[in-house]
């Protein structure tokens, strides 16, 4: 089965369509780009240049991927953008070409992009992660596997966000977000650990238990982080969920929301 290209759109000679993959009417298919198996672009989407997409990737309506960075930085060297299989990009967002810093900008598997989210360059996105509609992340930010992004978020340029954490609408994210825990407002502020969205990924009540003692540790003492560090290697269980949160506040580089 040859693939299914609709006669209006325009693939790059350059291009390597699977034969499985469908692409819609209108869409753009540029130079160096490769759609895995199963995967479907939309109408009216484009994959302006240099972009990878996995198996069974969905590319909504008017979805724009593999566009020069918005970096005055960049001086034309060739870049690249990744995404994962089984990930889904909704209509009219935007994931830009990363810069010389890290060459390539990337989304993990089994994400779910919605409408008008906005990656600039350097972005890294890992696994099973929600980002909701309108959202927008500046150049070079971090978001780890299994985080969920409410609608509306600007984030920071080198921001990070941990892994499984909850972010509220229409936040401004300008610091790290630890993993596991929930935050929202303008300026975000935390709002205790994300214990039901740990219940529903199957972390034990045992865990659970520990990252709150941890989270008061670190957000709800008086103690200034080294001593919270100190503390915390003496009194907790070394878990690696924990290890993980101590691990994300020692190496924070814009230091962590609170």
């Known amino acids: ?76 060297e060739e870049t690249f953008v990744e995404i994962g299989n089984h990930t889904t990009i909704r209509e009219y967002s935007t994931i830009n070409r990363a810069t010389s810093q890290s060459w390539k900008t990337t989304v993990g598997e089994h994400c779910y992009i919605m409408s008008y989210v906005h990656l600039a360059h350097d972005c890294h996105v890992g696994n099973h992660v929600i980002m909701s509609n309108g959202t927008q992340l500046a150049g070079h930010v971090t978001i780890d596997d299994w985080a969920i992004i409410s609608g509306l978020c600007a984030i920071h ?41 740990l219940q529903r990924r199957g972390f034990s009540d045992e865990t659970v238990a520990e990252l709150k003692k941890a989270y008061r540790l670190f957000f709800r003492s008086d103690l200034n982080v080294s001593q919270a560090l100190e503390q915390a290697r003496q009194e907790l269980k070394p878990s690696a969920e924990v290890q993980d949160l101590i691990s994300f506040i020692e190496t924070s580089g814009r230091g962590t929301t609170v």
């Not at 309506?61 to 020069?68: E, F, N």
């Not at 509220?168 to 039901?196: E, H, M, Q, T």
């Open 1 to 76: 089965m040859s693939a299914n290209i609709h006669p209006t759109a325009l693939v790059d000679a350059s291009a390597t369509i699977a034969d499985d993959a469908v692409v819609g009417p209108w869409v753009i298919v540029g130079p160096n780009c490769t759609v895995g198996s199963g995967s479907v672009l939309q109408p009216h989407s484009v994959l302006e240049e240099n972009v990878t997409i996995g198996q069974h990737v969905t590319v909504g309506i008017g979805t724009v991927l593999g566009g020069k960075p918005q970096d005055l930085k960049w001086q034309g």
């Open 157 to 197: 340029q080198f921001a990070k966000v941990g892994r499984h954490s909850f972010i509220g609408g229409c936040s401004r994210v300008a610091k790290d977000v630890p993993p596991f825990v929930k935050a929202v407002g303008n300026p975000i502020k935390l709002y205790g650990l994300n214990s039901v969205g």
